[in-house]
């Protein structure tokens, strides 16, 4: 077909196609069962850290994050991904704290930079799925929300303290250090 050839419409086309994809789910069920979602992203993260017991300050050294991507078309990419996902999800765990009338800008309101964000080790896991575009996966929530709760697990680790509210800011881990001590 010579294209050229062919009459344009109102808004320059020769040709317009329009299409929906709806993929398959199930809906929940009176038990709460059921397949509400039609792909599902699976990770899990580790963190290495330090604490400074007089200080209450984390020094963040490794993350480890296993991340099932699907299909990674271009894994340098999806690395990147997942560190920008972790990098939020250090700003969750230890800096990013909304107080009305004091951090309302950048100069106090923390988020991490570059030099927050540890040596980062990424595990692509790759099993394509049947619904992404060529096998792949979305990686969007499913790296951010393991970052805090692996953050705050290691401290509780290395302190034997559970902080409970994030950010862990230094304070936080020294009241809970200071409440474990009382206890005793």
């Avoid at 099932?68 to 250090?90: H, M």
């Avoid at 499913?142 to 902080?163: D, K, Y």
Wanted: aromatic content about 4%.
């Amino acid at each position: 077909i010579d294209l050229a050839a062919l009459d344009a419409n109102a808004d320059g086309f020769v040709f317009r196609a329009e299409e929906t994809y709806d993929p398959p789910t199930l809906p929940l069920d009176a038990k709460g069962q059921g397949k509400p979602y039609a792909v599902y992203g699976y990770g899990a993260q580790i963190a290495e850290l330090e604490v400074d017991l007089k200080l209450g300050t984390v020094r963040l050294i490794k993350i480890t994050a296993a991340h099932d991507v699907g299909k990674a078309i271009n894994p340098l990419l999806v690395e990147g991904q997942i560190e920008g996902g972790i990098a939020q999800g250090i700003g969750m765990a230890l800096m990013e704290e909304y107080i009305p009338g004091r951090t309302e800008n950048l100069h106090d309101y923390l988020i991490p930079t570059i030099g927050d964000v540890p040596p980062i080790e990424t595990i692509l896991i790759e099993v394509p799925d049947p619904e992404g575009p060529f096998g792949a996966k979305g990686l969007g929530e499913h790296v951010l929300i393991p970052t805090a709760p692996a953050i705050l697990n290691a401290i509780r680790h290395a302190t034997g303290v559970l902080v409970t509210k994030v950010p862990a800011t230094p304070s936080r881990i020294l009241a809970a250090i200071r409440e474990k001590e009382a206890r005793r």
